[in-house]
C-alpha cells in the first residue's frame, strides 16, 4: 500500500516544477494566500475562547475587543479563500493552455507510424483526458495538505494540553476511510484506463453522427439510427460501469465517516462533564471543542488530500508516459558537397508495417534519374502510396535504403528534404480557413507572399474556383464556421494542386491520385501544367487513368510491393504483360 503511495506521488515535484514553469507568479502567490488561510482559524479558535472569558468575567470592553478581533480574523479568511479561487482560476486557465500545447508539441515530434498505431491514440487520449485539470488539482492538493498540517499543529498543540488519547482519537478515527478513498481512487483509474479504446470509439461515434464530413452517407443511407443506438448502448455501460463504483465509494465513506463522528462525540461529553464538574473553564471547553472539531476536519482534509494527490498522480503518469514517448534520434548529418550520383535511388528497399506480417514493399530497387517523370501503376494495395511515403520519409524503410543524389535519405535534416518535395495525396486535407491560407500553407515561410499565391492558384487551376467566390482568396472556406463557403471536390482538389505549387524551390512533384475529382477538361488541363513543370522537376505520378499516365517518361508496375515491370507506355504495351491488360480494360470503357 505505503510502497504504491510513494511510487504515485514521485510525480508530484514534476508537476509541481511544471506549475511553476507555467505561472511562477500565480505559484508564489497560491503558496502566500495559503499560508495565511492555513493560520486564520488558530486565530479564530483563540479569539472564540477569549471572547467566552470575558463573558463569564464580565468584562464588555475585553468581550468586544475579541469579537472584533474574531471578525476581522473571519474577513481576513473570506478574503483569503476569494483570493485563492482567482489565483486557481487564473493558474488553471494558463495550465489548460500550456499543457495541451506541450501534448500538441509532443504530437509534432512523432513519425507518422505513431499516428497509425491503435495503442498511441490510447495514451494520447488518456494523456488529453484531463491534463488541463490534473496539474492544477496536484498543486491545489499539496498546499492544502501544507496548509491543514500547519493549522492542525496548532490544533495539537492546544488539545495536548487536555488530553493526548483525545489526539490520537482524533488521528485513528480519520485513517480507516482515507485508506478505502485511496483504494476507490485507484480503482478509478484503473476503470478509466481500461476503457480508453471505447471511451475513442464513443468520441467516434459522437463525431460521424455529428460532422458535416459524415452527414450525407449518415442522412442518405439511415445510419443516424443504428449508429445512435450503438452510442447510447456504449455510453450506458460507461454509466452503470461509473454508478457501481460510486455507489460502493459513497456507501464505504459514510460507514467509515461515523467513526470520526462517534470519536468527535465522545471527546466532546467528556468536556463538557469536565466543565460541569469545574475541571475545565467555559473558556477552555469552547477553545478545546473547536480545536478537537477543526482538527478533526483539518486531519480528515489532509488524508483527503493524500488521496487526491495519489488520484492525481495516477492520471499525471498518463501524461507523462505519453510525452516519454520515445523518438527516433537524428542520425548525423553530412555535408552536403557536391552531388555526385544526382537522382534518387531505391536500394533493395523493403518495408513491413508494424504489428503487420506480409510486406508493403519489397525487394524495390530503382533509379529516378533528375528531372525524369516516372509514373507509379497498379491496383489498390499495391504499394504506390508507401513508396511516396518512403520517399518523403514519413516513414522508414524495414530494410534497405533510399539515395538522394547519392546520400542516403536518412542523413538529411528532415526540413531540408521536405522543402525538396512538393506531394499532393489522394485524400488531401480540406482546411476549414481562407482560401488564401488553404493555399500559402504549401510553403509556410511564404504564406504572406502575395505573388507566390497567385502563381500557385494559376498553376493548379484554381484561378477561376477563386474568382467564382465572393472574397476571393480571403473567402472563407467549410462550413465549420460563420459566413463560410463550401467547394465541390473538384474544387476542393484544384486549391491542393495549387497549395502544392507553393514549392517553388522544390525539385521533386509528387502527385498521389491528384486529378480523382475532376472532369476531363479540368484534368487535361492540369496535366498540361503537369508538362511544363516536369521539364524543370522530377515528377512521380500515381494515376489509375492510362491517358495520364502514358505522358510519363518511363512507368513503373507494381504488384504485391514488389516492381512487376517497367518501361515506356508503348513498350509495356507491346509485351502485352499486366500494363496491357489494364489498358485494355480502361480502353474498353471508352469504345
Known amino acids: 500500500m505505503f510502497s504504491r503511495l510513494r511510487e504515485s506521488f514521485a510525480h508530484t515535484p514534476r508537476t509541481l516544477r511544471l506549475v511553476w514553469r507555467s505561472s511562477p507568479r500565480g505559484s508564489v502567490a497560491l503558496g502566500l494566500l495559503t499560508l495565511v488561510a492555513s493560520l486564520v482559524p488558530l486565530v ?16 464588555h470592553e475585553a468581550t468586544l475587543r475579541w469579537v472584533l478581533i474574531e471578525l476581522g480574523a473571519v474577513a481576513a479568511a473570506s478574503l483569503g479563500q476569494r483570493g485563492l479561487g482567482l489565483v486557481r482560476s487564473l493558474l ?34 488518456k494523456a488529453r483526458r484531463e491534463a488541463s485539470s490534473r496539474p492544477l488539482s496536484v498543486v491545489t492538493e499539496t498546499f492544502q495538505l501544507l496548509q491543514n498540517t500547519i493549522t492542525l499543529a ?5 488539545l495536548v494540553q487536555w488530553s493526548g488519547l483525545a489526539v490520537l482519537g ?13 483504494r476507490f481512487s485507484s480503482a478509478a483509474f484503473r476503470l478509466r484506463n481500461r476503457r480508453s479504446p471505447e471511451a475513442r470509439q464513443l468520441n467516434y461515434l459522437e463525431y460521424v453522427l455529428a460532422n458535416d464530413e459524415h452527414a450525407k452517407e449518415v442522412k442518405l443511407f439511415g445510419l443516424g439510427p443504428v449508429l445512435l443506438q450503438r452510442f447510447r448502448a456504449l455510453g450506458q455501460t460507461f454509466y452503470e460501469d461509473d454508478k457501481k463504483l460510486s455507489i460502493r465509494r459513497a456507501g464505504w465513506a459514510w460507514l467509515l465517516s461515523l467513526l470520526g463522528t462517534g470519536a468527535f462525540y465522545v471527546s466532546y461529553a467528556l468536556m463538557a462533564l469536565a466543565a460541569a464538574a469545574g475541571r475545565l473553564t467555559l473558556g477552555n471547553m469552547v477553545l478545546y471543542v473547536m480545536a478537537f472539531r477543526q482538527g478533526q476536519q483539518g486531519f480528515q482534509s489532509i488524508l483527503t488530500a493524500i488521496g487526491g494527490m495519489y488520484e492525481d498522480n ?38 513491413q508495417y508494424p504489428g503487420q506480417k506480409g510486406w508493403a514493399l519489397r525487394h524495390v530497387s ?31 524503410p524495414t530494410e534497405g535504403r533510399i539515395l538522394l543524389d547519392g546520400r542516403d535519405l536518412r542523413s538529411w535534416d528532415r526540413e531540408e528534404l521536405r522543402k525538396r518535395i512538393g506531394v499532393v495525396f489522394q485524400d488531401f486535407n480540406q482546411y476549414q480557413l481562407k482560401v488564401r491560407e488553404n493555399v500559402g500553407l504549401g510553403s509556410v515561410d511564404h504564406r504572406d507572399d502575395e505573388a507566390r499565391i497567385v502563381r500557385a492558384v494559376e498553376l493548379g487551376g484554381a484561378t477561376e474556383v477563386v474568382k467564382g467566390l465572393s472574397g ?49 477538361e479540368a ?5 498540361e501544367r503537369f508538362r511544363k513543370l516536369a521539364q524543370e522537376r522530377t515528377t512521380i505520378l500515381i494515376s489509375h487513368r492510362f491517358p495520364t499516365v502514358r505522358m510519363a517518361d518511363r512507368i513503373i508496375v507494381l504488384e504485391g510491393g514488389q516492381v512487376q515491370e517497367e518501361g515506356t507506355h508503348d513498350g509495356l504495351v507491346a509485351a502485352g504483360g499486366r500494363y496491357a491488360r489494364l489498358f485494355s480494360l480502361q480502353a474498353q470503357g471508352y469504345l
Open 44 to 59: 479564530v479558535a483563540y479569539a472564540g475562547k477569549r471572547i467566552m472569558d470575558a463573558v463569564v468575567a464580565g468584562s
Open 472 to 520: 476571393g482568396l480571403e473567402t472563407q472556406l467549410g462550413k465549420w464556421f460563420k459566413d463560410g463557403t463550401e467547394l465541390s471536390g473538384g474544387q476542393w482538389q484544384k486549391v491542393a494542386l495549387a497549395r502544392a505549387f507553393m514549392r517553388e524551390e522544390a525539385d521533386i512533384l509528387v502527385l498521389d491520385e491528384p486529378t480523382a475529382a475532376l472532369d476531363a
Open 366 to 396: 530503382l533509379r529516378i534519374a533528375k528531372n525524369e517523370s516516372l509514373a507509379l501503376v497498379g491496383h489498390n494495395g499495391a504499394g504506390k502510396t508507401t513508396f511516396i511515403k518512403l520517399l518523403s520519409r514519413l516513414y522508414e
Open 314 to 351: 495516477l492520471y499525471m503518469s498518463n501524461l507523462f508516459e505519453y510525452l516519454a514517448i520515445e523518438v527516433d534520434a537524428p542520425p548525423l548529418l553530412l555535408t552536403t558537397g557536391d552531388a555526385v550520383d544526382e537522382g534518387i535511388v531505391f536500394d533493395d528497399v523493403g518495408f
Open 92 to 125: 488553471g486557465a494558463r495550465l489548460s493552455i500550456d499543457i495541451n500545447t506541450m501534448i500538441l508539441e509532443k504530437a509534432q515530434t512523432l513519425e507518422l507510424r505513431h499516428f497509425e498505431d491503435a495503442e498511441f491514440y490510447d495514451k494520447l487520449t
Open 170 to 182: 482524533l488521528i485513528a478515527a480519520a485513517i480507516p476511510a482515507t485508506i478505502a478513498e485511496v
Open 523 to 527: 484534368e487535361h488541363a492540369v496535366f
Open 154 to 158: 496548532g490544533y495539537v498543540i492546544l
